[in-house]
């Protein structure tokens, strides 16, 4: 009032009044007189006041009775210009605040009297307005009589004083209790102790209070009186009041002055005394009604509810529940449970609407709902006051849809009338305007076939009631259709709203807190009663927080089952996406809440309603049937034993659909459809997994599995990193998407992508749920695709990948979970599948390797190694397409880490490693690339230790025998890698030993002996080992080729690198590499298939000399056999002084010999080439000339080298006789020499005896022969023969008999093998050539060695010349008489047909020509008897006799010999043999030696002489008269040689030659010759020469024995006994033959006899008489008589001859003695 208190307003103030009384005593001048004058009086008055006082104002209020005196009379005067003159100066004066209290109360006296003669009833109002709000000086009564006044006023006739009163009323109340408050507040400092009020209803006991605070005491408890319609204690003089109108102010006080209630115990009293019965009972009429439940005949109506006196009851009951909650628990609890009641679907609509704006006003304050929360709920045996609101609110909406309302709110007056038709449904043409035409829809909720339309009712967050408010109305208003439900609705929606926000902002600043007070916090024994715990420190924060978190679980398990069953059947009828969003909202956020609070079980089911309203109705998704959210399908919770009606989603959804799809379902189903809405969940799912996936837990699960269906139905398909694009369904109707969702697709996609991106921000708990829910629906998948090709779903599997690929920071927590399923995805019998899960752990493990970790791979073995680690474990996986994704990936790791891998590498060579024969082509060949790859680029950069896996996975891939190209490229990388480790020898002969120490050492530390392959070498020369051994293991291989390769390249890298190797090391390498090698190499040879091989696949034709496997395998023997002997060959230095040389040598022989004996010819003749390559070594060369090699005394050799057994030698090999020993003989000037003879010699005689054995074995001849008999081949038997002189250098020394028959033996089958025809054009010569073969060569090379080792060397070896003579005098016979070979049938060469032409047919077996090699040999014995003729032992053996009996064959055949050259060399070789023998043998005449020779030469001569043989028809003159002056040589020796010796000669070999020379001397005849021959062929100069010689010693003059006579004495007789009988049967002929002519031949040789007759008598007569005996006389004569018998031959040439003979008789003529008279008859 500052504006009233200036000197201004004071002197206005002053002029007023006095112009105000002017004017009062002017009006009243005539009428009223005593007015008049006392306004005069009151001018004076004011003047003087003015006058005297300072404090004018002050001095005009102790006045003010007086001064306001005069106002008042003419107020009195009923006057009403006058009385307003006076109201309004009265007002002046009040608003200066210059009225007394005594004033006052006259003033209100003079109001009183006004308004009861309803006088000037606004001016009134208005100055008891002034009266009471410019000032305090009003009190008690008089206040008391003011208020009663405008209540007065209010029930007048007039509507305008009526209203004005009213709002009159309603300032005069606040004014009362501002004055109140005005006075605490005055009296604040003060403080006082409040006196307990005890309950009594004593309305006196205010006493205590100020006078404000009992006026507005008064009034108020008066008001309650006036409502419960009882008499007013304070109010004197009310008339009439209204219900509505008390209860409005009582409610405005309530809610303007709540704190005057909280901080007066009375006033409180009041509350809970007086106002809250008060209500209950107001109420009454509408708790008992029930909408239709009575009729008009019911004996008792119920009070029917009053919509004023309710709706207004209902505002009080919102205020009392707002203000004063903490003063009226238990009321509270009464009002909650009726407003609960009103929902009820039996009470009227418009009841049923202001409960729920009630509600609605409750939900939107959060503090307030806790606080039930705490009070009632969370109280044992309390009324679940929060549960039940929420739980009505969700009953409520149900009914709506279940209960139609009815459109006509006339019928809500007569009771009964609503429900009599049933219910009713809504317009048909409301809520369908849009689905047929393209008219949008209304916001609406549509549930079977109820319409309920969405109303904007309120702003969100803000409870602004509509019904609430008409406070005008008397009459129930209409409630329009759906307003109800918005209502509710949107309580749901502020409730979860205002919980969420509240809660999670004390969880944050619980968080906060927790996170700043970090001090160690002690925790004592809990009390199980209250479950706090106490901590000696922050115990009073830990308690809040313990009591925060039980309230706020409380209420979130309060309300969530009735929230969700709300929300769920507002989300399933919802056609509004707006509203749909705020429904998903609202589960989400509930969702995440619960989440927070840890609180499973709601937070899963409203997970599952959201997952629900992604998927079509009715969808079949195990996963939301069959989790903890099932107690949602059992359609109701009893809820404090009230039912709430889940509600099954409708199907009848009028959703627009916007996709057609697959389920994803084991058996195919048709199709599927989604809506909108239902990717408006779907959304809202991925924004909750997105926003709220760290409290998700083991939900992730559901919402997993429902994106997993939706992606599928969508047809979103994997694409690299796990990513889902948009891909056509494989198979089965197409999903159909609508443009509109095609352009969602992108965004649903990308959010999906970056929900699995936020995984990175989850802590380790939450990604393991995560992880572990992936799993399991990848499971689930993987069941779900077991037994059928159909496109399985990979949501799982790619998002896995996503996973591990965003966290690959902490990759270790989830690498193992991750890959050890994705390796079980790897094994699915679904292609598609296990393509994905290989895809994805591939990807994964690439990109762990790359990730730039902390810290790096490099420094973190272990982690690199479990990186790899599931790269390996792919490997025990049979699918091709998984281990070809796992090779390609090691390719690209080599190609981008390949430098890196560090102590990786044995994991990744594994894999190249763990390929195996049968997993085809192209995956051999893919982990060969890597392989290349590595031994190309990396070997250096792995650790030396990995070499040996290399070595290892190269051999492993010689051995596949998928792709032979792959093999035999493998051999050349173990080539490479030799080349390799020759090249880097040192370093990494350096790295495996140190490598080796520390493993030594380690081994040492756990007590266990180290293990590794070859042990007692030392490390890199393991390295070698390996090596050879996998070549070995390839120089077995099945396949030719490989075989070959793998064989060259093991005695190339031996030979080129094996100088690299610590001397000791041979010794393993020659036992367990080679010799191993060789065996394995014999026994697959020995029983390899003879089955012949058609082609070898494809076209490719095979060569006759390997088609079958046998011969294949016979070059791989042949090839091994000949390496391993050049190695014994070069490397002989490093072999011999390892101890067991002697051995191995033998080992090695007996691998030659199985080889040379095996049945086969290529096998069989290398090995003899081997045999002669390691014979041709000279003794090696002193080590002083052999600078390259180490010197001898540094070889590191052991003195005694242990019991070493060789393969196939079963004792011990221990030498004693050690080189170091030996070294140590020599002087120091002398150069030590490694070997010493002995040993060298047993070498020599070792080797001896393995030719013998091959010799005696190959060459023996089988016993039974059929067309698969094997028979050596010439080029071997000639190898073999040739192997003998080299040889026999080295033992000619212990070269004894024996030996040379054991020798003999060979030569003698050796040569006689024959050869098969097919070969004979390439082997014989033509059988008119007169050649040698090679074979026949060798064999005579080796005796010609032998002639000429013994021809020098001592006497004792002399002793076998004879042998020699043997052996080829056996050789001899062959001309004659080819040596048979067993029972083999042979064919001559003439007759042998070539198999040109019948090419299969089994190939016959033909004898060689032997003629030109016996001939040969003849020719041999021939200069070999000339040089040794004299030899004792020659002598003694009996030589000439063998070989004139050897000759004897050829010569008794003559021309029946094979060949003519034979019989002619044999003659011309006998003359030699004799002119050089007879002498010898007369030498030794006496000694008897000679004597069985004798009769031998004479059967010779005799065989040969008179042969049997006839000469062939074709045999020209010449050439007969040539082979005659053979046989006239002959005789030219005998008479040369013999027969002038013969008193040396025995007495038998004599008489046989003469025998022989009378024989010869007759002409022999031979029916064969023609007429024309007969002169050439009768031999004559040979019977000639016979004859002569036998003339010449039967008549020779120096007849020195008796002996020599006899010769001539038998001589004559037998020539003349022969003469006569030849005589005698050409008579008996001619004379038979009549006229005919008699043979030629017989002609001729009756003329030669009687020529011979002629000669005979001529020789006899030149010889002296007494040399003739008698009787050889009267033989001759006894002729004659013959001699005439042939006078009468027809023939002339037998005439004249005879004529010859007979004329010679004439000298026998003589005169007849006496006893002879009748001689001649």
């Known amino acids: 009032m500052s504006g009233t208190n200036s000197p201004e307003a004071v002197k206005k103030l002053l002029e007023n009044m006095q112009s105000d009384l002017r004017a009062l005593s002017l009006e009243c001048k005539k009428k009223f007189p005593p007015v008049k004058e006392a306004a005069e009086s009151g001018i004076i008055k004011v003047k003087t006041i003015a006058a005297r006082n300072t404090e004018i104002l002050a001095a005009l209020k102790?006045?003010?009775?007086?001064?306001?005196?005069?106002?008042?009379?003419?107020?009195?005067?009923?006057?009403?210009?006058?009385?307003?003159?006076?109201?309004?100066?009265?007002?002046?004066?009040?608003?200066?605040?210059?009225?007394?209290?005594?004033?006052?109360?006259?003033?209100?006296?003079?109001?009183?009297?006004?308004?009861?003669?309803?006088?000037?009833?606004?001016?009134?109002?208005?100055?008891?307005?002034?009266?009471?709000?410019?000032?305090?000086?009003?009190h008690d009564e008089a206040l008391s009589k003011a208020i009663v006044l405008c209540f007065r006023l209010h029930f007048t006739k007039d509507n305008i004083t009526n209203n004005t009163a009213a709002a009159t009323v309603r300032q005069v109340v606040t004014v009362v209790f501002e004055r109140m408050v005005a006075e605490d507040e005055r009296h604040r400092d003060i403080i006082e102790q409040p006196v307990l009020v005890q309950g009594n209803s004593n309305r006196r006991s205010v006493s205590t209070l100020k006078p404000c605070a009992k006026d507005a005491y008064m009034l108020f408890q008066d008001l309650c009186q006036l409502v419960n319609a009882d008499a007013p204690y304070w109010l004197v003089g009310m008339t009439e009041m209204t219900r509505t109108f008390g209860l409005e102010l009582l409610e405005s006080v309530l809610n303007d002055f709540p704190q005057v209630f909280l901080q007066h115990q009375e006033f409180s009293f009041l509350l809970k005394e007086r106002v809250c019965p008060l209500v209950i009972k107001l109420f009454s009429p509408n708790i008992k009604f029930r909408q239709g439940s009575s009729t008009s005949s019911s004996p008792a109506p119920v009070e029917k509810?009053?919509?004023?006196?309710?709706?207004?009851?209902?505002?009080?009951?919102?205020?009392?529940?707002?203000?004063?909650?903490?003063?009226?628990?238990?009321?509270?609890?009464?009002?909650?449970?009726?407003?609960?009641?009103?929902?009820?679907?039996?009470?009227?609509?418009?009841?049923?609407?202001?409960?729920?704006?009630?509600?609605?006003?409750?939900?939107?304050?959060?503090?307030?709902?806790?606080?039930?929360?705490?009070?009632?709920?969370?109280?044992?045996?309390?009324?679940?006051?929060?549960?039940?609101?929420?739980?009505?609110?969700?009953?409520?909406?149900?009914?709506?849809?279940?209960?139609?309302?009815?459109?006509?709110?006339?019928?809500?007056?007569?009771?009964?009338?609503?429900?009599?038709?049933?219910?009713?449904?809504?317009?048909?043409?409301?809520?369908?305007?849009?689905?047929?035409?393209?008219?949008?829809?209304?916001?609406?909720?549509?549930?079977?076939?109820?319409?309920?339309?969405?109303?904007?009712?309120?702003?969100?967050?803000?409870?602004?009631?509509?019904?609430?408010?008409?406070?005008?109305?008397?009459?129930?208003?209409?409630?329009?259709?759906?307003?109800?439900?918005?209502?509710?609705?949107?309580?749901?929606?502020?409730?979860?709203?205002?919980?969420?926000?509240?809660?999670?902002?004390?969880?944050?600043?619980?968080?906060?807190?927790?996170?700043?007070?970090?001090t160690e916090a002690v925790s004592s024994p809990t009390q199980s009663s209250s479950e706090q715990q106490e901590f000696q420190s922050t115990s009073d924060q830990m308690d809040k927080e313990i009591v925060s978190r039980a309230v706020w679980e409380e209420m979130v398990n309060a309300c969530w089952c009735g929230l969700l069953a709300a929300l769920s059947l507002l989300l399933d009828a919802s056609t509004d996406e707006a509203a749909t969003e705020n429904i998903l909202k609202a589960e989400l956020t509930m969702a995440a809440l619960c989440g927070r609070l840890g609180l499973v079980t709601s937070r899963d089911a409203f997970i599952t309603a959201m997952c629900k309203g992604s998927l079509p109705p009715h969808y079949a998704l195990t996963v939301l049937n069959t989790t903890t959210a099932a107690t949602l399908s059992n359609k109701s919770y009893s809820i404090q034993g009230q039912n709430v009606m889940m509600i099954s989603p409708s199907s009848e959804s009028h959703q627009q659909v916007v996709a057609v799809g697959q389920p994803l379902a084991v058996q195919?189903?048709?199709?599927?459809?989604?809506?909108?809405?239902?990717?408006?969940?779907?959304?809202?799912?991925?924004?909750?997994?997105?926003?709220?996936?760290?409290?998700?837990?083991?939900?992730?699960?559901?919402?997993?599995?429902?994106?997993?269906?939706?992606?599928?139905?969508?047809?979103?398909?994997?694409?690299?990193?796990?990513a889902l694009k948009p891909g056509r369904a494989v198979e089965g109707p197409s999903t159909v998407l609508t443009t509109a969702v095609m352009t969602d697709l992108p965004v649903i996609s990308n959010i999906l992508s970056r929900l699995f991106e936020s995984s990175q921000y989850l802590d380790d708990v939450s990604l393991h749920h995560l992880i572990n829910a992936l799993c399991s629906l990848s499971l689930e998948a993987m069941d779900m695709a077991y037994g059928n090709n159909k496109e399985p779903s990979l949501f799982a599997v790619a998002k896995l990948l996503e996973t591990g690929l965003v966290n690959m920071h902490r990759i270790e927590i989830l690498w193992r979970p991750l890959t050890g399923h994705l390796l079980e995805v790897?094994?699915?019998?679904?292609?598609?599948?296990?393509?994905?899960?290989?895809?994805?752990?591939?990807?994964?493990?690439?990109?762990?390797?790359?990730?730039?970790?902390?810290?790096?791979?490099?420094?973190?073995?272990?982690?690199?190694?479990?990186?790899?680690?599931?790269?390996?474990?792919?490997?025990?996986?049979?699918?091709?397409?998984?281990?070809?994704?796992?090779?390609?990936?090691?390719?690209?790791?080599?190609?981008?880490?390949?430098?890196?891998?560090?102590?990786?590498?044995?994991?990744?060579?594994?894999?190249?490693?763990?390929?195996?024969?049968?997993?085809?082509?192209?995956?051999?060949?893919?982990?060969?690339?890597?392989?290349?790859?590595?031994?190309?680029?990396?070997?250096?950069?792995?650790?030396?230790?990995?070499?040996?896996?290399?070595?290892?996975?190269?051999?492993?891939?010689?051995?596949?025998?998928?792709?032979l190209n792959i093999s035999l490229t493998s051999i050349g990388l173990l080539w490479n890698i030799s080349d390799y480790f020759f090249q880097r020898g040192e370093t990494i002969e350096k790295e495996l030993n140190k490598e080796e120490a520390a493993q030594q050492k380690q081994a040492e530390e756990k007590g266990v002996v180290l293990n590794r392959p070859f042990h007692p070498a030392p490390p890199f020369d393991c390295l070698w080992l390996c090596l050879y051994a996998k070549l070995g293991e390839l120089c077995v291989d099945p396949r030719p080729a490989v075989r070959k390769s793998a064989g060259q390249t093991l005695f190339s890298t031996i030979g080129a690198h094996g100088t690299l190797l610590q001397h000791s090391?041979?010794?393993?390498?020659?036992?367990?590499?080679?010799?191993?090698?060789?065996?394995?190499?014999?026994?697959?040879?020995?029983?390899?298939?003879?089955?012949?091989?058609?082609?070898?696949?494809?076209?490719?034709?095979?060569?006759?000399?390997?088609?079958?496997?046998?011969?294949?395998?016979?070059?791989?023997?042949?090839?091994?056999?000949?390496?391993?002997?050049?190695?014994?060959?070069?490397?002989?230095?490093?072999?011999?002084?390892?101890?067991?040389?002697?051995?191995?040598?033998?080992?090695?022989?007996?691998?030659?010999?199985?080889?040379?004996?095996s049945k086969n010819n290529e096998v069989s003749l290398a090995a003899l080439k081997s045999f002669q390559e390691i014979l041709q070594i000279v003794s090696p060369v002193r080590d002083s000339d052999k600078p390259e090699t180490p010197p001898a005394v540094n070889v590191p050799v052991p003195v005694l080298i242990g019991s070493i057994s060789g393969p196939g030698l079963n004792r011990p090999f221990v030498r004693t006789d050690s080189i170091g020993e030996r070294l140590g003989r020599y002087s120091s000037s002398e150069p030590p020499i490694v070997t010493d003879e002995l040993e060298d010699l047993n070498l020599w005689w070792a080797a001896w005896n393995t030719w013998y054995r091959i010799g005696s074995e190959s060459t023996k001849p089988p016993i039974t022969f059929d067309k698969l008999t094997f028979i050596p081949s010439q080029p071997f038997l000639t190898a073999l023969i040739q192997i003998f002189p080299a040889l026999y250098q080295h033992i000619k020394t212990g070269f004894n008999m024996d030996d040379l028959q054991k020798l003999g033996v060979i030569l003698h089958s050796a040569v006689s093998v024959p050869i098969s025809s097919d070969a004979s054009p390439f082997i014989l010569p033509s059988y008119t050539e007169a050649v040698l073969t090679s074979l026949q060569?060798?064999?005579?090379?080796?005796?010609?060695?032998?002639?000429?080792?013994?021809?020098?060397?001592?006497?004792?070896?002399?002793?076998?010349?004879?042998?020699?003579?043997?052996?080829?005098?056996?050789?001899?016979?062959f001309s004659c008489k080819p040596p048979q070979y067993g029972q083999l049938e042979t064919k001559h060469i003439a007759n042998a047909k070539y198999n040109q032409i019948q090419l299969f047919a089994p190939a016959e077996w033909v004898a060689l020509n032997y003629v030109p090699f016996a001939e040969r040999s003849l020719e041999v014995v021939v200069d070999l008897y000339q040089k040794t003729a004299c030899h004792k032992a020659v002598v003694n053996e009996k030589v000439l006799q063998n070989i004139i009996k050897t000759l004897r064959v050829p010569l008794s055949l003559k021309y029946s010999c094979p060949s003519e050259s034979t019989w002619k060399l044999a003659v011309s070789s006998l003359l030699k043999v004799l002119s050089i023998?007879?002498?010898?043998?007369?030498?030794?005449?006496?000694?008897?030696?000679?004597?069985?020779?004798?009769?031998?030469?004479?059967?010779?001569?005799?065989?040969?002489?008179?042969?049997?043989?006839?000469?062939?028809?074709?045999?020209?003159?010449?050439?007969?008269?040539?082979?005659?002056?053979?046989?006239?040589?002959?005789?030219?020796?005998?008479?040369?040689?013999?027969?002038?010796?013969?008193?040396?000669?025995?007495?038998?070999?004599?008489?046989?030659?003469?025998?022989?020379?009378?024989?010869?001397?007759?002409?022999?005849?031979?029916?064969?010759?023609?007429?024309?021959?007969?002169?050439?062929?009768?031999?004559?100069?040979?019977?000639?020469?016979?004859?002569?010689?036998?003339?010449?010693?039967?008549?020779?003059?120096?007849?020195?024995?008796?002996?020599?006579?006899?010769?001539?004495?038998?001589?004559?007789?037998?020539?003349?006994?022969?003469?006569?009988?030849?005589?005698?049967?050409?008579?008996?002929?001619?004379?038979?033959?009549?006229?005919?002519?008699l043979p030629r031949q017989q002609v001729t040789e009756i003329i030669f006899v009687l020529k011979a007759v002629s000669t005979l008598i001529d020789s006899l007569k030149k010889t002296q008489p007494e040399n003739v005996d008698g009787n050889t006389w009267a033989q001759v004569i006894a002729l004659y008589p013959t001699l005439v018998e042939c006078i009468t031959c027809s023939s002339s040439e037998v005439c004249s001859a005879l004529k010859e003979a007979l004329v010679p008789f004439k000298d026998f003529m003589q005169p007849p003695a006496s006893k002879v008279q009748n001689g001649e008859s």
Request: with cysteine; charged share 15%.
């Open 1337 to 1373: 060569e060798a064999v005579l090379t080796a005796l010609d060695v032998l002639q000429k080792a013994i021809c020098i060397g001592p006497e004792n070896m002399q002793i076998m010349y004879p042998a020699i003579f043997d052996q080829l005098l056996a050789f001899v016979e």
């Open 668 to 722: 195919p189903q048709g199709t599927v459809m989604l809506t909108s809405k239902n990717i408006q969940c779907m959304r809202t799912l991925l924004n909750l997994a997105h926003c709220h996936g760290a409290v998700l837990g083991t939900s992730w699960q559901l919402v997993l599995a429902t994106l997993q269906h939706l992606v599928w139905i969508l047809g979103l398909k994997p694409s690299s990193g796990g």
């Open 305 to 518: 509810p009053y919509f004023p006196i309710c709706m207004r009851l209902l505002r009080v009951v919102s205020v009392l529940i707002k203000q004063f909650y903490s003063l009226l628990v238990t009321e509270c609890e009464i009002f909650l449970s009726l407003l609960v009641k009103f929902l009820d679907a039996d009470k009227p609509q418009w009841l049923r609407a202001v409960a729920v704006e009630s509600i609605h006003r409750l939900c939107v304050q959060p503090q307030l709902l806790r606080s039930f929360c705490q009070s009632y709920d969370m109280k044992q045996h309390s009324t679940k006051v929060f549960r039940d609101i929420v739980n009505a609110l969700g009953s409520f909406i149900q009914s709506l849809f279940l209960v139609p309302p009815t459109g006509n709110p006339a019928t809500t007056n007569q009771a009964g009338n609503n429900n009599s038709a049933g219910p009713v449904s809504a317009p048909a043409n409301s809520g369908m305007l849009g689905i047929g035409g393209g008219v949008t829809l209304l916001p609406a909720f549509e549930y079977r076939g109820t319409w309920i339309p969405i109303l904007t009712v309120t702003v969100q967050g803000s409870a602004k009631a509509t019904y609430l408010e008409m406070l005008d109305k008397v009459e129930p208003p209409t409630i329009p259709e759906g307003y109800a439900m918005s209502v509710a609705f949107h309580c749901l929606l502020d409730l979860v709203r205002g919980i969420t926000t509240m809660i999670e902002g004390e969880l944050g600043e619980v968080e906060t807190e927790c996170l700043t007070t970090t």
């Open 1065 to 1157: 090391t041979w010794h393993t390498v020659i036992w367990k590499v080679l010799f191993h090698l060789l065996d394995r190499v014999r026994e697959s040879s020995t029983t390899a298939d003879k089955e012949k091989i058609e082609s070898g696949g494809g076209n490719i034709l095979i060569h006759h000399s390997r088609d079958t496997a046998e011969k294949q395998w016979a070059e791989t023997w042949v090839l091994t056999l000949a390496g391993v002997a050049r190695i014994f060959n070069t490397r002989r230095y490093l072999l011999q002084p390892l101890g067991d040389f002697s051995s191995a040598w033998d080992v090695l022989l007996d691998h030659i010999q199985s080889a040379a004996l």
């Open 62 to 138: 102790d006045n003010s009775s007086e001064v306001v005196q005069p106002f008042l009379m003419g107020c009195g005067t009923k006057e009403p210009k006058i009385t307003q003159l006076c109201l309004a100066a009265i007002q002046r004066l009040m608003s200066h605040e210059v009225v007394s209290e005594t004033a006052a109360g006259n003033i209100i006296n003079m109001l009183w009297q006004l308004m009861e003669n309803s006088l000037e009833e606004l001016k009134l109002l208005q100055t008891v307005l002034v009266l009471l709000t410019t000032n305090t000086v009003v």
């Open 1477 to 1637: 023998g007879l002498p010898v043998a007369r030498q030794h005449a006496s000694s008897g030696k000679f004597d069985s020779m004798w009769p031998e030469l004479a059967n010779t001569f005799e065989d040969f002489l008179f042969t049997k043989s006839i000469p062939p028809d074709n045999l020209s003159i010449q050439e007969f008269q040539r082979n005659e002056s053979i046989d006239v040589e002959v005789v030219q020796l005998i008479s040369t040689e013999i027969l002038p010796y013969a008193n040396f000669i025995p007495k038998e070999f004599v008489g046989q030659i003469m025998t022989m020379l009378n024989k010869g001397s007759i002409h022999s005849q031979s029916s064969s010759f023609t007429e024309a021959e007969i002169d050439i062929r009768l031999r004559e100069e040979f019977s000639k020469m016979c004859f002569e010689t036998l003339l010449q010693f039967s008549f020779s003059n120096k007849v020195t024995t008796p002996q020599e006579g006899y010769i001539s004495r038998m001589a004559l007789s037998v020539l003349l006994k022969r003469s006569q009988d030849v005589l005698h049967r050409y008579i008996e002929d001619e004379r038979l033959s009549g006229k005919c002519p």
């Open 826 to 963: 790897c094994q699915h019998p679904n292609s598609r599948m296990r393509e994905w899960g290989a895809e994805a752990l591939t990807s994964l493990i690439k990109a762990g390797l790359t990730f730039n970790h902390d810290p790096p791979l490099s420094q973190n073995q272990r982690l690199q190694l479990l990186l790899l680690n599931p790269l390996k474990e792919m490997s025990s996986i049979n699918h091709p397409d998984i281990r070809l994704k796992q090779l390609e990936c090691v390719l690209q790791i080599l190609q981008s880490q390949g430098d890196s891998l560090g102590p990786g590498w044995p994991l990744v060579l594994g894999v190249m490693g763990a390929i195996r024969n049968d997993q085809g082509e192209s995956l051999i060949r893919t982990a060969f690339q890597c392989l290349q790859l590595v031994v190309t680029d990396f070997l250096p950069t792995m650790p030396c230790t990995c070499l040996q896996i290399v070595v290892d996975v190269a051999g492993s891939f010689g051995l596949h025998n998928q792709e």
